[in-house]
């Protein structure tokens, strides 16, 4: 099975700042990646697709790059929506991975 | 709009079974492969089970292998997953979640539902 490693754990972050996640496979997964983001007491959301696609309707502050191994998202100025805890998912081969997620926290 | 709404969970004795539904809606059913995510409340996120849009491709994760049945009965737009010899590590609030496309891998969770709760404790 893919291990999907993701770090920070968390961060504390304030509204405006830059923020950076990044997500690392145990094997290559191309760019089979998608990052989601889970609100308290919600269902996750997806947020980037294909590693770099942003979903449909998620703001263009957020952002994801890589191939391969190693990802990053990143959102270029935080909001206060923003804090919640994200997640990466390999979509490259089964099963499914999720990494350990990041909670972004206010400053 | 798609909606996803599980129902099935509950409280089981350590053991025994229980088996989760999922109602699909908004979205034609037979054409997207689906899953079961499961979260332990405060932890972090576990795929399940995935299934293709025909059943003919499904698989597990390690954890419920041999245990865990998906499956789906396209005519009812219904989504089913059959908990067997379930233990306290089961414990979680488990999501029907859809698939972006036909097949449960080369894509994403597109759409979740709200998720039913499954206590396994004696």
């Known amino acids: 099975d893919i291990q999907m490693t993701q770090s920070p754990s968390s961060v504390s972050a304030s509204v405006g700042d830059r923020v950076t996640i990044t997500c690392r496979a145990s094997?290559?997964?191309?760019?089979?990646l998608v990052w989601y983001q889970q609100k308290p007491g919600k269902a996750p959301k997806v947020l980037i697709h294909?590693?770099?696609s942003l979903q449909s309707g998620v703001p263009s502050r957020f952002s994801g790059s890589g191939s391969g191994t190693d990802f990053t998202l990143t959102i270029s100025s935080l909001q206060p929506e923003d804090f919640a805890t994200y997640y990466c998912?390999?979509?490259?081969?089964?099963?499914?991975?999720f990494g350990g997620g990041t909670k972004v926290e206010i400053k | 709009e798609v909606q996803l709404v599980e129902s099935g969970g509950g409280l089981v004795q350590p053991g025994r079974s229980l088996r989760l539904s999922c109602a699909a809606s908004?979205?034609?059913?037979?054409?997207?492969?689906m899953h079961w995510v499961r979260q332990v409340p405060g932890k972090g996120l576990e795929w399940v089970a995935g299934?293709?849009?025909?059943?003919?491709?499904?698989d597990y994760a390690d954890s419920v292998k041999g245990r865990f049945i998906i499956s789906r009965d396209n005519a009812k737009n219904s989504l089913f997953l059959h908990m067997n010899s379930l233990r306290s590590e089961d414990t979680a609030l488990y999501y029907c979640?859809?698939?972006?496309?036909?097949?449960?891998?080369?894509?994403?969770?597109?759409?979740w539902g709200q998720g039913t709760l499954v206590t396994v404790s004696s």
């Open positions: 979640a859809k698939s972006d496309n036909w097949n449960f891998v080369g894509g994403s969770i597109d759409n």
């Open positions: 908004g979205f034609t059913f037979d054409d997207y492969a």
């Open positions: 299934i293709t849009w025909n059943s003919v491709k499904i």
């Open positions: 094997q290559g997964v191309s760019s089979w």
């Open positions: 294909s590693a770099s």
């Open positions: 998912q390999q979509a490259n081969s089964s099963p499914l991975t």
